[in-house]
């Protein structure tokens, strides 16, 4: 099983309408976890974190967190075409000394 | 400077040849991260560092991999004997708590 798992994707999703992506990870003492969204060719960016149970909203988009579940998610309203990038969960587990794992990213796609 | 900095951005090798990638995090931040991401995957942790003590190497780094952080400050990534399979984007990223920021990474081709 791999420490944090994401559906590769790609989801396709109309301008205008809501993407949700999800994520979940095999380490349960995880800690933090974070939304990075990547274009092709370029270095990740950070866009969301969340360390409590429960939703953190930020502009359009909102993370979602179920420690008990393993899970967590981002939601992105109003989805515009520069949304379009693949989206990558990661986890800092304090069980490995704060080490953070990344998952292998949902590419989205979003169609005018 | 406000980011993570990475040189070179690009690098193109011969199989073989040493390559050393250098990169400067953010200036208050005490940890350090070397990544390497291919063409469809999520980057995959190499190793990090707590100010000048590394703390983990992961498992799949071969021995033609080191990685140093002598003063806290700026690190080296050194791949010796590099071979096709090594071409990659390498990352670096820093933090201070829990989030961290990437550089813009160095592109290695080996050909």
């Known amino acids: 099983q791999k420490e944090v798992e994401q559906n590769s994707g790609p989801l396709s999703v109309p301008e205008g309408a809501i993407a949700s992506l999800n994520c979940t990870y095999s380490?349960?003492?995880?800690?933090?976890f974070f939304w990075y969204r990547q274009y092709s060719g370029k270095s990740p960016e950070l866009i969301m974190f969340i360390y409590s149970n429960g939703d953190k909203e930020d502009g359009r988009f909102t993370a979602q967190l179920n420690k008990a579940s393993q899970y967590v998610s981002l939601l992105i309203r109003d989805s515009q075409p520069s949304d379009s990038a693949t989206y990558l969960c990661a986890v800092n587990a304090y069980s490995s000394a704060s080490k953070i794992i990344f998952g292998s990213g949902t590419r989205l796609s979003i169609r005018p | 400077d406000t980011g993570v900095s990475q040189d070179p951005r690009h690098k193109i090798t011969k199989r073989g040849q040493n390559v050393t990638f250098r990169c400067d995090p953010i200036s208050e931040h005490n940890r350090l991260y070397w990544y390497r991401q291919t063409l469809g995957q999520g980057p995959e942790f190499l190793t990090y560092f707590q100010n000048e003590a590394q703390l983990e190497k992961s498992r799949l780094l071969s021995d033609r991999f080191s990685a140093e952080r002598p003063k806290g400050s700026f690190s080296t990534l050194e791949i010796q004997r590099t071979e096709q399979g090594d071409s990659a984007m390498y990352l670096c990223?820093?933090?201070?708590?829990?989030?961290?920021?990437f550089g813009q990474g160095t592109r290695l081709t080996v050909v």
């Open positions: 380490d349960r003492g995880s800690q933090s």
């Open positions: 990223a820093s933090n201070w708590r829990t989030e961290a920021f």
